[in-house]
């Protein structure tokens, strides 16, 4: 069956890295765009962006640029966000989600992971 | 791009119908048939729950429907059931080939 295995939570101090993984399983990778999604604490979903599974080319949303970068490891079939100099911020829970070329909805979805940023 | 427009809260006791609605604009809901519904149970991952305005994915009730006019979309419950309650967002593609979500609305099953 199909399904996105995403990595542990994260405790992470200010200035620190991240990287958030999430595996793929049930269905050919590159069969679809992942995307990634955040959640703060008690507040709604933000589409952060996705990667072309094919060519690895990631598109960053407004607000997510400079720090944060998508990655693939398709012989595992695994796609990553890490984020550099983690901020305060950052404390979410982040989800990966898949697209089918062709659609734009998210059918199937991470269990999300929490990463929180704390001194 | 600015987060689409939901009520905070709606409410509705079981057997009841329910809608909640998703206000864009006409570079996201209005311009296209791109509409989606998520529903969120706490400390849980969103489910899809309607595709394309009004399509339903295999396995959700037909006790949900879509509809959309102009730049609002809603999403109908019927029957209302306790499970339910939960939180829905909004979504739609945009024409700067990106995704926003609407704020999210909480629904409470009185």
């Known amino acids: 069956q199909v399904q996105l295995v995403q990595s542990g939570s994260e405790l992470k101090k200010p200035g620190a890295s991240v990287r958030v993984s999430c595996k793929a399983s049930g269905f050919t990778l590159t069969s679809y765009a992942m995307n990634w999604v955040r959640q703060a604490p008690g507040q709604g979903l933000e589409w952060m962006g996705w990667?072309?599974?094919?060519?690895?080319?990631?598109t960053y949303a407004q607000g997510f640029t400079g720090r944060f970068v998508f990655s693939l490891d398709t012989s595992v079939s695994t796609a990553y966000l890490q984020i550099s100099s983690l901020e305060a911020e950052d404390t979410a829970v982040y989800f990966c989600t898949r697209a089918a070329y062709g659609s734009h909805w998210f059918d199937y979805w991470g269990q999300g992971t929490l990463v929180t940023v704390s001194s | 791009q600015s987060a689409l427009t939901q009520p905070a809260s709606v409410s509705g006791s079981p057997g009841q119908s329910i809608t909640i609605s998703c206000t864009g604009t006409?570079?996201?809901?209005?311009?296209?048939?791109?509409v989606f519904w998520y529903q969120q149970h706490p400390g849980k991952a969103p489910k899809l729950m309607i595709y394309?305005?009004?399509n339903r994915p295999s396995g959700v009730s037909n006790r949900f429907s879509g509809s959309k006019s102009a730049n609002t979309a809603s999403l109908t419950i019927s029957g209302l059931q306790a499970e339910d309650e939960a939180d829905y967002y909004c979504s739609s593609y945009t024409s700067s080939n990106s995704h926003v979500f609407g704020g999210g609305t909480k629904l409470t099953v009185l």
């Open positions: 006409s570079s996201d809901v209005g311009g296209y048939n791109y």
């Open positions: 990667i072309n599974t094919n060519t690895g080319n990631p």
């Open positions: 394309d305005v009004n």
